[in-house]
């Protein structure tokens, strides 16, 4: 299946004390423009759009993924979800969490009472759990409750949407190959929050 992608072709830089790297978390030299620097970064002048083959795949533990701009044609996205990966559609509920790129600690009472409550909540209501993908902050936590309830409660998976931006992504060179991969959203806090 061919979505459309979005590149980054015009270099514009992240910080004004470092501009080795560009707003797409992309190094200065990976822009085929590097030498027109824009003030602010702006998506229509700054991107290219195409059409792409191999922006999907599935990474070892079975989750699927997906590359596609942001003005992707919903019906596209649907079909993808619902007929391809089989994802059960009609929630009851949707939960969007969304956290920062800040490490920090719960008590094990604390975490542990928040990922069952997230679980049960979930598993009862049909719940679809969406994410920015980042295995840092509350986010790593809903991570930690998705696979404990994959070990606990086999017979009712949780449907997990992860929504990072594709320059903060770990690992980014095994996202381009066709095989199985493995890959976690950064967790340095260089990108933002969706």
């Not at 299946?1 to 978390?25: G, R």
């Not at 596609?68 to 949707?94: H, N």
Request: glycine fraction near 6%; charged fraction near 20%; charge should be positive.
């Amino acid at each position: 299946m061919k979505v459309s992608v979005t590149f980054d072709t015009e270099y514009n830089p992240k910080h004004e004390a470092d501009d080795s790297l560009c707003y797409c978390n992309r190094p200065r030299k990976l822009h085929p423009n590097i030498n027109s620097v824009s003030p602010k970064w702006n998506c229509k002048s700054h991107t290219t759009t195409f059409k792409a083959k191999n922006q999907q795949g599935i990474f070892d533990n079975g989750a699927h993924y997906l590359r596609c701009d942001v003005l992707a044609d919903p019906k596209g996205l649907k079909s993808m979800l619902f007929e391809t990966w089989q994802v059960k559609p009609d929630p009851r509920l949707i939960i969007s969490i969304i956290g920062g790129t800040k490490y920090f600690n719960l008590t094990d009472k604390l975490e542990t009472k928040f990922m069952d409550a997230l679980i049960n909540m979930a598993i009862n209501s049909d719940a679809w759990l969406l994410t920015n993908g980042f295995n840092v902050g509350i986010v790593q936590y809903v991570g930690q409750a998705i696979h404990k309830s994959k070990l606990t409660n086999v017979d009712k998976p949780i449907v997990a949407i992860g929504l990072p931006e594709y320059g903060c992504i770990k690992n980014l060179k095994q996202l381009k190959n066709p095989q199985k991969t493995s890959l976690q959203a950064a967790s340095d806090g260089s990108c933002p929050t969706l």
